[in-house]
T-cell receptor
Framework: SQTIHQWPATLVQPVGSPLSLECTVEGTSNPNLYWYRQAAGRGLQLLFYSVGIGQISSEVPQNLSASRPQDRQFILSSKKLLLSDSGFYLC??????????FGAGTRLSVL | GNSVTQMEGPVTLSEEAFLTINCTYTATGYPSLFWYVQYPGEGLQLLLKATKADDKGSNKGFEATYRKETTSFHLEKGSVQVSDSAVYFCALSGGNTGFQKLVFGTGTRLLVSP
């Protein structure tokens, strides 16, 4: 069966520090991968998606970037975090079906 | 563009009460509609879905009917339990959004007390 892993589960970082969040999927190949953010008191916003290795599409301009160095690995990064980057980050995947499967999320606090 | 509008929360109910969470959407074409649930401290899980007009999605006692004429997909449950306390998200995909991209509502928090 397929599983999706995200880490770390929680992260506290100072303003201006770098960020790297990792997501991996097991049990499938060439999935579509997604990064979402859920800011406090707000809904989910799609940040990036990827349909293959090295292929990244950005949905909103921001201080973040994404990369897909391997087929089942999706990384969310920032060179310098802002206070407004705080939130709950969710990775998701799908393949073929019109259903997305989500990881457990990373709660990021930028102080 | 495509959008989803959900009722504001939190919704506070006593155990065994009837639940309705309203969801309406704006989309071109024929989107698929979803309800996702997020339990405390966890990611999202698909609760139910409907892919065409008049379809009814159902799971764990929850139901929602795809109403194209009113562009709605309201979530209902006849008798809620404390364990149903969570945040519920309505979402759509398809149409102008593109097959693989989900557009979410802002979420509605449900609190069920014993």
């Amino acid at each position: 069966s397929q599983t999706i892993h995200q880490w770390p589960a929680t992260l506290v970082q100072p303003v201006g520090s770098p960020l790297s969040l990792e997501c991996t999927v097991e049990g499938t190949s060439n999935p579509n991968l997604y990064w979402y953010r859920q800011a406090a008191g707000r809904g989910l916003q799609l940040l990036f998606y990827s349909v293959g290795i090295g292929q990244i599409s950005s949905e909103v301009p921001q201080n973040l970037s994404a990369s897909r160095p391997q087929d089942r690995q999706f990384i969310l990064s920032s060179k310098k975090l802002l206070l407004s980057d705080s939130g709950f980050y969710l990775c998701a995947w799908n393949k073929g079906k019109n259903i997305q499967y989500f990881g457990a999320g990373t709660r990021l606090s930028v102080l | 563009g495509n959008s989803v509008t959900q009722m504001e929360g939190p919704v506070t109910l006593s155990e065994e009460a009837f639940l309705t969470i309203n969801c309406t959407y704006t989309a071109t074409g024929y989107p698929s509609l979803f309800w996702y649930v997020q339990y405390p401290g966890e990611g999202l899980q698909l609760l139910l879905k409907a892919t065409k007009a008049d379809d009814k999605g159902s799971n764990k006692g929850f139901e929602a009917t795809y109403r194209k004429e009113t562009t709605s997909f309201h979530l209902e449950k006849g008798s809620v339990q404390v364990s149903d306390s969570a945040v519920y998200f309505c979402a759509l995909s398809g149409g102008n959004t593109g097959f693989q991209k989900l557009v979410f509502g802002t979420g509605t928090r449900l609190l069920v007390s014993p």
